[in-house]
Nanobody, 125 residues
Framework: QVQLVESGGGLVQAGGSLRLSCAAS????????MGWFRQAPGKEREFVAA????????DYADSVKGRFVVSRDNAKSTVYLQMNSLKPEDTAVYYC??????????????????WGQGTQVTVSS
């Protein structure tokens, strides 16, 4: 059974940091781009960051650029999202996902066919 399991969410004050992890099991995603998305209450799921299969290329939403860093360790089948200088507007459920295509680092959630269950991130002001 293929699983993506996120961890590392929690409650943090504005300006603080959190590191999310996404561990894959059931199959390898070392040849697939991985992405992070988030969904706040009453809002649509939005793209946060993506990383190519090798980790050599990354992409970020403008709202998190310069504050978040996505990385991956294919030997550990794990993807990370380091979140710094957190703001209350970063509050959301964060999801990791594995893309179905082999190349790039897509922003379109429809190009991802494996999703984790999500982890809550709450930033207090």
């Amino acid at each position: 059974q293929v699983q993506l399991v996120e961890s590392g969410g929690g409650l943090v004050q504005a300006g603080g940091s959190l590191r999310l992890s996404c561990a894959a099991s059931g199959r390898t995603f070392s040849n697939n781009p991985m992405g992070w998305f988030r969904q706040a209450p009453g809002k649509e799921r939005e793209f946060v960051a993506a990383i190519s299969w090798s980790g050599g290329s990354t992409d970020y939403a403008d709202s998190v650029k310069g504050r978040f860093v996505v990385s991956r360790d294919n030997a550990k089948s794990t993807v990370y999202l380091q979140m710094n200088s957190l703001k209350p507007e970063d509050t959301a459920v964060y999801y990791c996902a594995a893309a179905s295509l082999a190349g790039g680092r897509p922003r379109n959630p429809r190009l991802y066919n494996y999703w984790g269950q999500g982890t809550q991130v709450t930033v207090s002001s």
